[in-house]
């Protein structure tokens, strides 16, 4: 199943006509890959105290629809892809039952022991992702 969460649009998040502007779908999109991950038992904290860190590599949204201040909207998130270096998230943000914004990113593991260069994830991380990968809509 995919994980959700409902996050409120707040003010300073839209701009002069009230709508959401388009880069914070990316934080909303950050909100939801994060709680995913908990869920998953597998949290950015404890990821960045073993010397890992995932960074974002690859980026894509699509806008169908507006969200504006106060809205109530639900961040879907799926985990789509594994390999031993990188995740691949899918998003949908809906209002209600609509779909406002579609997207993905890609995130590849990193080591700060060998100065931000890419490695290898941890295999616990990798086993709990594999087994986590779920089919989209």
């Known amino acids: ?12 998040e839209t701009d002069q006509m009230g709508v959401v502007y388009h880069s914070n779908y990316l934080v909303y999109f ?4 994060t709680e ?5 038992g597998i949290s950015y904290a404890q990821l960045e105290a073993r ?3 995932l960074a974002v590599i690859e980026s894509h949204m699509r806008h169908t629809g507006s969200a504006r201040y106060d809205d109530e909207l639900v961040v879907r998130t799926w985990l ?8 691949r998230f899918e998003y949908h943000v809906l209002r209600g039952d609509t779909v406002l914004t579609t997207g993905h ?12 260069r890419p490695v290898r994830s941890p295999q616990d991380a990798f086993d709990l992702a594999t087994r986590a990968i779920e089919p989209g809509p």
């Open 30 to 33: 950050e909100i939801g890959r």
């Open 1 to 12: 199943m995919p994980h959700d969460v409902t996050i409120r649009v707040r003010y300073a």
């Open 36 to 40: 995913t991950m908990r869920r998953l």
């Open 80 to 87: 789509r892809d594994v390999t031993r270096t990188r995740l």
């Open 105 to 116: 990113t890609v995130l590849a593991f990193l080591s700060r022991a060998d100065g931000m």
């Open 51 to 53: 010397g890992y860190v």
